[in-house]
Antibody, heavy 117, light 112 residues
Framework: QIQLVQSGPELKKPGESVKISCKASGYTFTDYAMHWVKQAPGKGLKWMGWINTYTGKPTYADDFKGRFVFSLEASASTANLQISNLKNEDTATYFC??????????WGQGVMVTVSS | QITLTQQAESLWISPGERVSITCRASQSLLYTDGKHYLSWYQQRPGQTTKALIYHASVRTDGVPTRFIGSGSGTEFTLSIEHVQPEDFAIYYCLQTLKSPYTFGAGTKLELK
């Protein structure tokens, strides 16, 4: 069955970097784009952007340009999100989600990233 | 960017009742292909976020028939008939017509 399994929770200090992964299984990884979504504690969902899993080309929403990098390990059917120079406001759960028919049909379980000194 | 407004932050209902959750877009979500680029999602604690409806009214595979998506243009509704205990969750709408994609703020179904 189709699954997106994300890496475990992270506790980081301001200024550090974090890389979280999203491993896909049950389908051909390069046939579907992967999106990233942020959810701050107690808040709603915010779209961060997406990566073309065939070409590797990332597209970032304006609020996520600069410190955020989407990447792939296509041979491992894995999408990654790296955040550098972490700030307190980066504390959130980050989801990967596969897109099909212009909606997000499968989601990862989310990774809680806590930034605290 | 397109703003999606889910007016109700919370709705209190009893199991077995029917409920409607609305989502209003700041501009039409109808594309030239005749489809509306609006989808609905369910988020429950400890569960993976679940897609319910896409193109405003198409139920995703395995979603119970009690979930019904409707609407057009800028006004959309997710209805749940005969609400079950497992339906108490937060529901979000999402537009994928134009980048940046945007979500509504969410509507929480709560037990009355």
């Amino acid at each position: 069955q189709i699954q997106l399994v994300q890496s475990g929770p992270e506790l980081k200090k301001p200024g550090e970097s974090v890389k979280i992964s999203c491993k896909a299984s049950g389908y051909t990884f390069t046939d579907y784009a992967m999106h990233w979504v942020k959810q701050a504690p107690g808040k709603g969902l915010k779209w961060m952007g997406w990566i073309n899993t065939y070409t590797g080309k990332p597209t970032y929403a304006d609020d996520f340009k600069g410190r955020f990098v989407f990447s792939l390990e296509a041979s491992a059917s894995t999408a990654n999100l790296q955040i550098s120079n972490l700030k307190n406001e980066d504390t959130a759960t980050y989801f990967c989600a596969r897109s099909s028919n212009w909606h997000f049909d499968y989601w990862g379980q989310g990774v809680m990233v806590t930034v605290s000194s | 960017q397109i703003t999606l407004t889910q007016q109700a932050e919370s709705l209190w209902i009893s199991p077995g009742e029917r409920v409607s959750i609305t989502c209003r877009a700041s501009q039409s979500l109808l594309y030239t292909d005749g489809k509306h680029y609006l989808s609905w999602y369910q988020q429950r604690p400890g569960q993976t976020t679940k897609a319910l409806i896409y193109h405003a009214s198409v139920r995703t595979d395995g979603v119970p028939t009690r979930f019904i998506g409707s609407g057009s243009g800028t006004e959309f509704t997710l209805s749940i008939e005969h609400v079950q205990p497992e339906d108490f969750a937060i529901y979000y709408c999402l537009q994928t017509l134009k980048s940046p994609y945007t979500f509504g703020a969410g509507t929480k179904l709560e037990l009355k």
